[in-house]
């Protein structure tokens, strides 16, 4: 296993949600794979791809159609981009007591 690369991006100016900011984090997600599978040729046996929103995850295996436009658009990107089945859960940042 090797890094191959990262990619990040500062939130818009423009107020969103914290739920709307996870699902793009999750539709870049999804470009980078794309561009990965498109411009380099090597044999991949598999492929795990991480979000800690269980709301984005529930989008994604979700039907793109019964959610709100701007949702649904973003949904129908992934699904396109990758499998829903390769998406999975991890915990996000911990209070420490």
């Given at each position: 296993m090797r890094?191959?690369?990262a990619k990040s991006r500062v939130a818009p100016l423009k107020k969103l949600t914290l739920l709307r900011l996870e699902l793009l984090g999750v539709v870049l997600a999804s470009r980078l794979l794309?561009?990965?599978k498109s411009n380099f040729k090597f044999p991949v046996s598999k492929i795990l791809l991480w979000s800690d929103s269980s709301f984005t995850l529930h989008w994604i295996k979700g039907k793109a159609?019964?959610?709100k436009q701007f949702v649904s658009?973003?949904?129908i990107e992934i699904q396109s981009n990758s499998d829903p089945s390769n998406w999975h859960?991890?915990?996000g940042k911990r209070e420490s007591s």
């Open positions: 890094f191959i690369t794309r561009y990965l159609s019964k959610y658009n973003r949904v859960h991890c915990n």
